[in-house]
């Protein structure tokens, strides 16, 4: 019987299955955690998954049609218990209908830095009114305003006015302004913490912040999916979907708008912390949120505004906008403060973004002495080589096979991923993400186990496995090395990596090498001249350095040149929404940045062949 492919996002799991059988059904083959509260039996609504127009199934029941609202099912939403495989088939789980979170780098090294917000509160005491006093509530707090200090005072939003007179009589005349240079962003009762959120919209993850404006301390930190995964793994798939459909750029904008409204809420309450009785310390809700700051490549960032993107999918990848910006949150359908401002960090080129110059801020590129490479790993891998006074860049496309797709048994980083391998006197021994039972294989632990396999004598120096190596084993597609039988993996299948796999790996390597060496050549020193070499991005914060300088993704240096310094655009975010100074470093960062373009470059083809090589 024919196998039908089904390919789970976002978790990243692939899996053959018999035709006509539930979606459901196919999860639990496939070890993804999609709840079924009820068991797949009373249609609880639990196992929502997202599908196609297209998609080969089975058409909505009965059950479906009573549980679903109409928009649901419009929009594709199905249950997947109900509905059966009737060809190859991608399947968007929200994040509400699985039962294991993936695993989000929101962490980073940070550095101290003077605050400088761009919105400080200041609590006037009015003058009460009354019948010899009849100004008035919203003249009466300007006066006061100008009287201070604040000249050329802009009017704030209608709805500002409209709540003062309940905040004046409601605390005693006292009232609380959040200022934006001279204009009036936020009104409230005193001693209300006026907040910040920090946000960096990578390809695949989304990182949030919330900050206390006046202190600098984060409150709470989240870390999701990008729901635009349901349209592209990468950026150029996204960019092809948005190409063929005229309504696609409203569509991922919408998604990524309601996933940071969501994350805006889920953050609010999550720094709402209680004290021993149970009641609530501090609340915080997102009307308090007078600035943001969004960071993200070029594709994102533009998708983000409602920029048009196609323009960035075609020579000579030319961005819509590259400047920093300052754009009214409310325009964008954020629910936050009516005054709140979204600042976004300036991009370098169409391939390197906001994100990137976030982590350069980071990471103090302007405070580095001699040589260093400033590495931000993800489906699309920026790097920038400091040296001799000059900054220059490239990107490189690496793809999401670091992720793990288009590897057979690849998922991303979520409990049972297998993160780490080691070849141990002849057998295959790995760790798994939470020490779960295995159902796949990450990033992490497709590095490590291709550099096992160049050590183990299994693989030859342009990835072909050894026919003859005991722990090689001819497959239905070729060659294949099995890194966790099936007794002791949760849905029962082995789980191999095959020659197919490694090809992938080879590929996204191969890129990240190549832009390294012609950084180097360009700028006319050595890798061992390199005195650090910093690597960012969620999977460059769990790899293992020695294997990725065994298959030669990194030149071989001593151990103490590398930093991982996890989430570093996010901690370039923060600081930018704590400090216009930081802003102004930001600018001066993407300014000084030099482009080198790697698609068009003389030598790019004979570097990436070498730098295929294991």
């Given at each position: 019987?024919t196998?039908q492919?089904?390919?789970f996002q976002p978790v990243?799991?692939?899996?053959s299955v018999?035709?006509?059988?539930t ?6 083959t496939?070890?993804v955690g999609?709840?079924?509260?009820c068991?797949?039996e009373?249609?609880c609504g639990s196992?929502?998954?997202r599908?196609s ?7 909505a029941n009965a ?6 609202t ?9 249950l997947?218990?109900?509905t059966t495989?009737?060809?190859d088939l991608r399947v968007?789980i929200?994040p509400?209908s699985l039962?294991a979170a993936?695993?989000t780098?929101?962490?980073g090294?940070e550095?101290?830095?003077d605050l400088?917000?761009p919105?400080i509160?200041?609590t ?10 009849l100004q008035?509530?919203w ?6 305003l100008?009287a201070?200090g604040?000249?050329k005072?802009?009017?704030g939003q209608l709805?500002m006015i409209q709540?003062?007179?309940?905040i004046?009589r409601d605390n ?6 959040g200022?934006?240079?001279n204009t009036i962003?936020?009104?409230?009762a005193p ?7 920090a946000v960096d919209i990578?390809t695949?993850?989304v990182a ?6 006046k ?7 989240q ?6 995964i349901a349209y592209?793994?990468?950026i150029?798939?996204?960019i092809?979907y948005l190409m063929?459909?005229s309504s696609?750029?409203n569509e991922l904008?919408t998604?990524?708008?309601a996933t940071?409204n969501r ?5 609010c ?7 021993e009785?149970?009641?609530p310390?501090?609340i915080y ?15 994102m960032?533009?998708v ?7 323009y ?6 030319i961005?819509?906008a590259s ?13 936050v ?6 600042h976004?960090?300036?991009n370098i080129?169409?391939f390197?973004g906001?994100?990137h110059v976030s ?6 590129i302007?405070?580095?002495s ?10 699309n ?8 006074g ?5 990107s490189?496309?690496?793809g ?6 288009h ?6 980083a ?5 993160e780490?391998?080691?070849i141990i ?6 760790q798994t993400?939470?020490e779960e039972k ?5 990033g992490?632990?497709i590095?490590?186990a ?6 183990a004598?299994i693989?030859?120096?342009r990835g072909?496995f050894e026919?003859?190596?005991p722990?090689?084993r001819?497959g239905e597609?070729g ?8 007794d002791?993996?949760r849905h ?9 796999d490694?090809?992938?790996?080879q590929l996204a390597?191969g890129a ?6 012609l950084l180097?050549?360009e ?5 061992d001249?390199?005195d ?8 460059g ?8 300088m065994?298959?030669?993704m ?9 930093r991982?310094?996890g989430?570093a655009a996010g901690?370039?975010a923060?600081q930018?929404?704590l400090?216009?100074e930081?802003r102004?470093?930001a600018?001066g960062i993407?300014?000084s940045?030099?482009y080198?373009?790697l698609?068009h470059?003389?030598d790019?083809?004979?570097e ?5 090589r294991f």
């Amino acid at each position: 019987m024919t196998k039908q492919r089904i390919d789970f996002q976002p978790v990243g799991r692939s899996i053959s299955v018999d035709k006509d059988i539930t979606i459901l059904e196919a999860s639990r083959t496939a070890g993804v955690g999609l709840s079924a509260i009820c068991g797949g039996e009373t249609g609880c609504g639990s196992c929502r998954v997202r599908l196609s127009k297209e998609a080969a199934v089975s058409p909505a029941n009965a059950l479906e049609i009573d549980t679903l609202t109409r928009d649901e099912l419009k929009n594709g939403y199905r249950l997947a218990c109900q509905t059966t495989v009737r060809g190859d088939l991608r399947v968007d789980i929200p994040p509400e209908s699985l039962t294991a979170a993936q695993r989000t780098q929101v962490e980073g090294d940070e550095h101290s830095f003077d605050l400088a917000p761009p919105v400080i509160g200041y609590t006037f005491d009015l003058v009460k009114a009354d019948r010899e006093n009849l100004q008035s509530d919203w003249e009466r707090l300007k006066e006061a305003l100008i009287a201070s200090g604040i000249s050329k005072l802009e009017q704030g939003q209608l709805c500002m006015i409209q709540q003062l007179p309940t905040i004046l009589r409601d605390n005693s005349w006292r009232v609380q302004v959040g200022l934006r240079g001279n204009t009036i962003v936020n009104i409230s009762a005193p001693e209300i913490p006026l907040l910040g959120l920090a946000v960096d919209i990578g390809t695949t993850k989304v990182a949030g912040y919330l900050m206390d404006m006046k202190t600098g301390k984060t409150l709470a930190r989240q870390g999701e999916m990008n729901p635009q995964i349901a349209y592209g793994e990468d950026i150029m798939a996204r960019i092809s979907y948005l190409m063929k459909q005229s309504s696609g750029r409203n569509e991922l904008q919408t998604a990524i708008l309601a996933t940071l409204n969501r994350m805006i809420s889920d953050l609010c309450q999550s720094a709402s912390g209680q004290n021993e009785e149970g009641t609530p310390q501090q609340i915080y809700t997102p009307q308090q949120v007078v600035e943001m700051v969004v960071v993200g490549n070029t594709a994102m960032h533009h998708v983000f505004l409602g920029l048009p993107v196609s323009y960035l999918g075609v020579a000579p990848y030319i961005a819509a906008a590259s400047a920093s910006m300052d754009v009214p949150a409310r325009e964008l359908g954020l629910d936050v403060s009516a005054g709140a401002m979204v600042h976004l960090l300036p991009n370098i080129a169409g391939f390197i973004g906001g994100d990137h110059v976030s982590m350069l801020l980071a990471t103090e590129i302007d405070s580095e002495s001699g040589s260093s490479i400033f590495l931000d790993i993800g489906t699309n891998t920026e790097v920038t080589l400091a040296t001799k006074g000059r900054k220059i860049s490239c990107s490189t496309a690496s793809g999401p096979a670091f992720e793990g797709a288009h590897i057979r048994d690849g998922m991303r980083a979520a409990d049972g991923a297998i993160e780490r391998v080691r070849i141990i006197d002849g057998r295959v021994e790995y760790q798994t993400i939470s020490e779960e039972k295995p159902v796949g294989i990450c990033g992490s632990g497709i590095l490590d186990a291709i550099a096992q396999f160049k050590v183990a004598g299994i693989m030859n120096f342009r990835g072909g496995f050894e026919a003859d190596h005991p722990l090689v084993r001819k497959g239905e597609n070729g060659l294949e090395v099995v890194i966790a039988s099936g007794d002791r993996t949760r849905h029962g299948h082995d789980i191999v990596l095959t020659r197919k796999d490694v090809s992938e790996i080879q590929l996204a390597k191969g890129a990240i090498r190549a832009g390294i060496e012609l950084l180097l050549k360009e700028t006319g020193i050595s890798a061992d001249e390199l005195d650090h070499f910093i690597i960012a991005g969620a999977f460059g914060s769990f790899i293992d350095i020695n294997s990725a300088m065994t298959i030669g993704m990194f030149p071989p240096l001593p151990p103490d040149r590398f930093r991982q310094v996890g989430n570093a655009a996010g901690v370039g975010a923060k600081q930018a929404l704590l400090s216009t100074e930081k802003r102004m470093e930001a600018t001066g960062i993407a300014e000084s940045v030099e482009y080198l373009e790697l698609a068009h470059h003389p030598d790019f083809t004979n570097e990436f062949a070498t730098a295929m090589r294991f």
